[in-house]
DNA sequence: CTGAAAGCGCTTACAG
DNA sequence: CTGAAAGCGCTTACAG
């Protein structure tokens, strides 16, 4: 048996009353008594019973983190890594996460849900009601599947996903992204640019080819239908998307802009199945800076999401959230960065 | 306020005991009370609360996965993920572990443990008493950390880690992985094999350096102290150690065999910065199957650690230890597999 | 400043 | 087969 209040209280000389509002720092305690009450429960290895705790205040101390997965037949992690969802990424962002709330009071739960099969399942943490809170981990959900969650906790954070009216959301601006990675490309020199965009369902997809034809736009260059394209998120589809494009096109574009590190590092293995050397033949960009963009030859330029910052903006909000439930949602904008690596050539200086 | 027996009960003309025993299928309760029960606890919605029901029985209903993290500079995800822990392989075992726990009636907590640099932190999950067991993920513990855990819980899981004589464990047979690697070398006609083992503090380096000592023994080949060494798991090793390596023999290994995808990668940079071809001027082959080794260019051979199987592995022990606390400790030994891909030349053919 | 009492939502003997 | 009572470990008014 763990040791409880009442063992404290025994050993202390003091009522389990005093127990408590010593333990929890309440003023109404003798600093004298305070200090006794304390030493005891330390010499007795005591240990808050969280249950006991959450019955009696009517609150949750664990909150919940969901990872969003899609393209992968069911909950089977082998099945090859170049044909499913990169999860990677989910964990980076989940990563943080965790760091930030072991510090709290809270415990984290988490769990992977597949969506986007017909029926949207629901996190047991939730529906079992373990949680006080959901972290939202990516962009491919609807609005609907927020309202679903909503039913059981108002404190939804969606983390790097889109701007929402119903829940707090910490993300970047997509369309700026996609303007600075494109725009990198033309800086360079490069006028024939491919964009291999994200899945249709992703909510960041209409931002991203917003910024494509900005960045164009405003270079005076004409935008070819036939080399923007929509991929799903998997190496797989980024090795078709530029076989695609580079079987159809009299001639092949100099750069690719891919929404997605996973993407573009599917498709260095069509180039490079195929002789067409990156960056020397063709020029490529990411998006995310995923370990990915880190370990393929040559390296990965791409935009680094600030994942780190995301994460950590994701928690402060389910924090002052839980504080003051009242508040309204926020939308918390966390700024990008290019990382110039080694995936791109400079067309200028030739 | 949520719905409880209480409201249930007045509901349905019974009392608070009937309800509970009908929602936990007592045989006591009449079928047809307890259809009637069940059919009014789901119209209202009812949703049992876990914290009472972990206070009553005195069992917790939630379980906890500790990702033992090294070689990083806390909690920065940032960093340079070629120079630090590669966690994806966490995350894929952890995964399994997430989907198969879900199905059951407990939650699952997780959390990142900072290990190896002085005294050994703990996950608050457990010293919050939380969890009714953990999942070790990772090689990098020693007996006395698990021993401390154990202070907290007897129901310790570690999954890919070594045998124990304390806790459940389940894992490859590290040694037979490797001399299947070796020998596949040597199968292709390779000679002279140099061996990137994994950090000295991981608990399989001994047994990955017999398999590959045997290996080389069964084939007559002599070993060249030169060519065996230990490095850290992180790319930025694995880059070094072959630099090592190929700057200071006179004659270069014809392959290379790593005790980890990642060192592998990491040796294909320096590879590919200084113009030696994998696999035609160097064969090389990874241990793990981790996405790094599909996602590489040429793909990376390696040894398959089945961690679809790890994990499921590790929560049937989990689940059987729970309903039976007294049984002995289990030892679970997963197969692997050779996962033939790009990276190793056949010179017998040649 | 300290203590006695009530009660959160559940389960578990025990009585009928 | 069903119900009344006790109690798990805590916190929160309230009384002194």
Not at 14 to 19: G, L
Not at 32 to 40: A, L, N
Not at 172 to 198: E, M, P, W
Request: with cysteine.
């Amino acid at each position: 048996m763990a040791v409880t209040i009442k063992d404290i209280a025994r050993e202390a000389g003091v009522s389990k009353s005093t127990v408590s509002a010593a333990m929890n720092d309440s003023p109404k305690v003798k600093n004298e008594t305070k200090e006794r009450i304390k030493k005891v429960a330390e010499r007795l290895g005591y240990v808050p019973h969280i249950g006991a705790r959450e019955l009696i205040t009517n609150k949750k101390l664990n909150l919940g983190i969901m990872n969003l997965i899609t393209y992968q037949a069911d909950g089977d992690i082998k099945n090859s890594y170049f044909n499913q969802a990169y999860e990677p990424t989910y964990y980076d962002m989940a990563s943080v996460i965790m760091t930030e709330i072991s510090k709290t009071k809270y415990g984290l739960l988490i769990e992977r849900i597949q969506i986007g099969q017909g029926e949207l399942s629901l996190p047991s943490f939730l529906t079992s009601g373990r949680v006080a809170g959901v972290f939202v981990v990516g962009t491919m959900h609807t609005r609907d599947y927020i309202m679903r969650l909503k039913e059981y906790t108002d404190n939804v954070v969606v983390v790097g996903g889109n701007k929402s009216d119903i829940c707090d959301c910490v993300r970047n601006d997509y369309t700026q992204a996609i303007y600075t990675a494109v725009r990198y490309l033309i800086d360079n020199g490069h006028k024939s640019i491919a964009f291999v965009n994200g899945d249709t369902l992703s909510q960041a997809s209409d931002d991203k080819l917003l910024g494509y034809k900005l960045a164009m736009a405003d270079a005076n260059l004409p935008i070819d239908s036939n080399l923007v394209v929509n991929a799903r998120f998997t190496g797989r589809a980024g090795y078709d998307a530029v076989r695609k494009i580079f079987e159809s096109s009299k001639k092949a574009p100099t750069a690719v802009c891919f929404s997605a590190d996973v993407m573009a590092v599917g498709a260095m293995r069509y180039f490079y199945e195929n002789g067409i050397r990156v960056p020397d033949d063709v020029s490529i960009i990411g998006f995310e800076d995923t370990c990915l963009a880190e370990f393929s030859n040559p390296q990965l330029t791409t935009i680094d999401r600030n994942k780190r910052r995301l994460g950590l903006e994701a928690c402060r909000l389910m924090l002052s959230k839980l504080e003051n439930p009242k508040r309204g949602f926020q939308d918390i904008v966390v700024p990008f960065s290019l990382v110039i690596r080694g995936s791109v050539k400079d067309l200028t200086s030739k």
